[in-house]
């Protein structure tokens, strides 16, 4: 006697041919849905290197507005040169805390764009 042999109904046939399909297209839609979010992630990584270059540049420009400010300031009638020496180094003081505060940020270092 040879063994009973499982049969699959044309039901259980079709089903598996819709599950097959569905998980096919679910997996290719995933795929070109991860191709996009990589295309606009790249996309946003751009436009933030760009923000960040441009706000690097306005700092520079605040900079140089703090150091021209200094520069057509009179200095007061009848200084003395201790005065003087006293109101150059507040002046570099200041200048160094620009240079500090309007330092240009490294925008290539915390903004990598994705490969």
Do not use: K
């Not at 041919?17 to 679910?26: I, Q």
């Not at 140089?64 to 570099?92: C, D, G, I, K, S």
């Amino acid at each position: 006697m040879s063994p009973p042999r499982e049969v699959i109904t044309p039901g259980a046939r079709y089903s598996i041919a819709v599950l097959t399909v569905l998980v096919l297209v679910l997996t290719t839609t995933s795929y070109l849905l991860s191709l996009n979010a990589i295309r606009h992630a790249n996309h946003n990584t751009v436009s933030l290197i760009q923000l960040c270059q441009t706000i690097n540049a306005q700092r520079g420009r605040e900079v140089a507005f703090v150091e021209h400010l200094f520069a057509v300031t009179l200095a007061p009638a009848h200084e003395t040169a201790a005065a003087r020496a006293r109101r150059l180094r507040e002046n570099a003081a200041v200048f160094a805390y620009a240079q500090r505060t309007f330092a240009p940020a490294d925008c290539h270092h915390a903004i990598a764009p994705l490969p």
